[in-house]
C-alpha cells in the first residue's frame, strides 16, 4: 500500500444514476469506505449520449465513467474502463461487482493489485436468452473465480450457488459472506 489511505477501484458495470440492486450497493459500499477514510473510485460504464459527467464526486467518493463502445449495451465492456481499472500501481484493492458482465473478466485477467469480487450471483438468468447464456458464461466465471483473491456473497445461499456451479480447487476458502445490513 502507498501513502496513507487504502485506495480501492470499485469497478460496477453501471452505477449512478443508474437504479437497481447492484448499483445502490456499490454506492452505500463506497460512501461507506470513504467516510472510514479510504480513498474510493468507482469505474463505471455509460452509453454515449447519457449527457453524465466522466468524472465527479459523491459522498466522498470519485465516480469516473467510460463509454461503452456500443450504444447502450452493457454486456459488450467499455476498453477504457478495463484500461483504466487496471492500470498498474493506481489501486491497491480492486472490487469487482457483478459476475455476469465481461467488464469484471477482463478487470480480473489484467488487474495487477488483489481482487475482490462481489458477484451478484443468481445461478441463472432474469430471462429465457440470458438463462440459456450461463453455461456459455461459465469457462469465463472459472477463470474470474480463480483470479480472484477473495469473494464476497451477500448469503449463504449465494455461496451454495457458487459452490454449485463452480469446481472447489478454483474456490479454495475464498468465499465470505458479508449479510447486506453490514
Same mark, same amino acid.
Given at each position: 500500500?502507498? #501513502? ?16 437497481? #440492486?447492484?448499483? %445502490? ?13 479510504? =480513498?474510493? %473510485? ?13 468524472? =465527479?464526486?459523491?459522498? #466522498? ?27 498498474? #500501481? ?10 455476469? %458482465? ?73 468465499? %465470505? ?6
Amino acid at each position: 500500500m502507498t #501513502g496513507s489511505a487504502l485506495r480501492v477501484g470499485m469497478i460496477v458495470p453501471r452505477f449512478a444514476p443508474y437504479h437497481g #440492486g447492484v448499483e %445502490t450497493y456499490a454506492g452505500q459500499a463506497a460512501a461507506a469506505l470513504a467516510a472510514m477514510g479510504t =480513498e474510493v %473510485t468507482v469505474v463505471t460504464q455509460m452509453p454515449r449520449g447519457a449527457g453524465l459527467s466522466a468524472r =465527479e464526486r459523491q459522498d #466522498g467518493y470519485a465516480i469516473e465513467r467510460h463509454h461503452l463502445p456500443l450504444r447502450a449495451s452493457f454486456d459488450v465492456p467499455s476498453p477504457a474502463a478495463a484500461r483504466a481499472a487496471s492500470q498498474s #500501481g493506481r489501486f491497491d484493492v480492486v472490487w469487482l461487482h457483478s459476475y455476469h %458482465t465481461p467488464l469484471a473478466w477482463l478487470v480480473a485477467e489484467r488487474s495487477k493489485a488483489p481482487v475482490v469480487l462481489t458477484p451478484h450471483y443468481h445461478g441463472g438468468g432474469h430471462t429465457r436468452i440470458r438463462n440459456v447464456l450461463h453455461p456459455v458464461y461459465r469457462p469465463a466465471g472459472r477463470r474470474l473465480m480463480a483470479a480472484c483473491r477473495l469473494i464476497v456473497v451477500d448469503s449463504e445461499a449465494e455461496a451454495d450457488l457458487i459452490r454449485r456451479d463452480f469446481p472447489r480447487k478454483a474456490l479454495g476458502e475464498k468465499i %465470505t459472506v458479508v449479510p447486506l445490513a453490514v
